[in-house]
Nanobody, 128 residues
Framework: VQLQASGGGLVQAGGFLRLSCAAS??????????VGWFRQAPGKEREFVAA????????DYEDSVKGRFTISRDTNKNTVYLQMNSLKPEDTAVYYC????????????????????WGQGTLVTVSS
């Protein structure tokens, strides 16, 4: 499977962006995958941001983005979104999406090591 992350850019603090993670490739069922967003700020390790279950019914967020970011998925479009509102300069990072095939009852994966498939990343820069 190929994951294409897009939607990054430069925005002022308090602004918003919507990131997209589009899946393509034969032989892989994206609708049976949990999908996560991670980010890596300059000089820091990559960290978990948000994840959504294969059904879309379960989500999880890193504490600093709760109430500001929303993860969702459109199964028909094989796409997962990350709506980011009230952006802060500390949200500046390269954002990556990742996918993992899971059974319906699996716990939501939230660790980087849980995910075998990764997109190339999209840069989000929030100016103060």
């Amino acid at each position: 499977v190929q994951l294409q992350a897009s939607g990054g850019g430069l925005v002022q603090a308090g602004g918003f962006l919507r990131l997209s993670c589009a899946a393509s490739g034969s032989g892989y069922t994206f609708s049976r995958s949990a999908v996560g967003w991670f980010r890596q700020a300059p000089g820091k390790e990559r960290e978990f941001v948000a994840a959504v279950s294969r059904s879309g019914g379960t989500t999880d967020y890193e504490d600093s983005v709760k109430g500001r970011f929303t993860i969702s998925r459109d199964t028909n479009k094989n796409t997962v979104y990350l709506q980011m509102n009230s952006l802060k300069p500390e949200d500046t990072a390269v954002y990556y999406c990742a996918a993992k095939s899971v059974i319906l009852t699996a716990p939501l994966p939230v660790k980087e090591s849980d995910y075998p498939y990764w997109g190339q990343g999209t840069l989000v820069t929030v100016s103060s």
